[in-house]
C-alpha cells in the first residue's frame, strides 16, 4: 500500500493507495487496481508553531474511501484521494461561525415612486 501526507487549511490528509483483488504483487502491474482512500484529521499546532503530524488526541477523524475510482496507477490513485478529501475539507463548515445566532434579517429595499 502507497502512502501519501499533506497538509490542508487545518487539517492533515493521509492518503493511501491500495492494492485491490486477489494475488497481490504476483498480479502483473498492468493488471493490478488501486483503491484511492483519505483519512483526514485535525492537524495540531504546538506553541503556535508549525502544524504537526501528531494525531490529536480528541477530534474528527473523516475516512474516506472511494470505491467507484479503481486506478492501474497508485500515485494517481493518490491524487484523487487527496484531491477529493480537499473538497470534503472545503465543505466542513468553519468552527469559528459554528456558536453565531442564525436568524432571518430583512434588509429593506430602494423604492422609486412615480
Do not use: W
Amino acid at each position: 500500500m502507497s502512502t501519501l501526507r499533506q497538509h490542508y487549511k487545518a487539517f492533515v490528509i493521509e492518503a493511501h493507495a491500495q492494492l485491490v483483488g486477489c494475488g497481490g504483487f504476483a498480479v502483473p502491474s498492468h493488471d493490478r487496481r488501486y483503491l484511492p482512500v483519505a483519512i483526514v484529521r485535525g492537524a495540531t499546532a504546538k506553541h503556535d508553531g508549525p502544524l504537526s503530524d501528531d494525531a490529536p488526541a480528541e477530534g474528527v477523524v473523516i475516512q474516506i474511501t472511494l470505491n467507484e475510482r479503481l486506478d492501474a496507477d497508485p500515485y494517481r490513485a493518490l491524487r484523487c484521494a487527496i484531491d477529493y478529501a480537499c473538497q470534503v475539507i472545503d465543505g466542513l463548515r468553519s468552527p469559528e461561525f459554528e456558536d453565531m445566532p442564525r436568524g432571518v434579517a430583512f434588509i429593506p429595499l430602494p423604492q422609486t415612486l412615480h
